[in-house]
């Protein structure tokens, strides 16, 4: 085991990016839910669309301008934040279909290693979400997929979103540890500077494809973290 690894206790993890791949999994949903509205949908770029609208969402509640707000909320309003810039009327489309499209971000697959590696990584620590998720999109996810995780935490749990401090310190608190006693697992490097300013050990996980073969961000790790690994089997053999 990673000597930075010897006092911790838990593994937290990111999930969008970096146990499923959400991309792939809202152009599915969108293609399903929404092509007999949009029969010339790209049904990538609408992810990606609707993906940009995320943090601009979120800026609004930790910038105080907004209460806390669960992102399944701000998902469906994204929604049809993205018709408007498309020039297509949301109210065209019944809002049955689109709250059925809004579910589609409880319904994202993992990633080929994620179970297996996770499996493995919970012999040996507490294994739980730290995301910007709610509850119940988090908690949906993982019974889809079969991520075995022993807690399932939101961010409302922590009242906070991340890259804000209190998401990382009150998911450390809730767990009864130490920052230094619980290690962020992220395919983000802005995550993980946000979690290592705060105390916690870092893990960086290589997700290359997570926006596409094109993607050009977060292809390699950018700050001294105190893990690099390709995916969550190669994390586990680092750590366990």
């Not at 809730?174 to 500077?193: E, F, K, R, T, Y």
């Amino acid at each position: 085991m990673d000597a930075a690894f010897a006092q911790v206790e838990a593994l937290v993890f990111d999930m969008f990016g970096t146990v499923v791949d959400w991309r792939e999994s809202v152009a599915t949903g969108v293609s399903t839910h929404l092509r007999d509205y949009l029969p010339s949908l790209d049904a990538h770029e609408f992810a990606d669309m609707w993906r940009a609208e995320y943090q601009p969402a979120m800026e609004q509640i930790r910038n105080g301008s907004r209460p806390f707000t669960r992102l399944d909320v701000l998902h469906r309003e994204n929604l049809e934040t993205v018709l408007d810039r498309l020039d297509i009327e949301p109210s065209t489309i019944p809002s049955s279909v689109l709250d059925e499209t809004n579910l589609t971000w409880h319904c994202l697959d993992p990633w080929p290693d994620a179970v297996s590696g996770l499996t493995r990584l919970k012999t040996r620590f507490i294994i739980a979400p730290l995301s910007n998720a709610n509850v119940r999109l988090a908690l949906d996810v993982a019974k889809r997929a079969h991520l075995p995780w022993d807690a399932i935490l939101g961010a409302e749990v922590a009242g906070a979103y991340k890259p804000e401090p209190a998401a990382y310190l009150r998911t450390v608190e809730i767990l009864g540890l130490q920052p230094d006693q619980v290690a962020m697992v992220a395919a983000h490097n802005s995550d993980l500077a946000a979690a290592q300013a705060v105390g916690l050990r870092t893990a960086f996980v290589h997700r290359p494809t997570e926006h596409g073969p094109g993607q050009t961000i977060d292809l390699e790790p950018v700050g001294d973290w105190d893990v690099v690994a390709n995916d969550f089997e190669d994390l586990a053999d680092r750590l366990v």
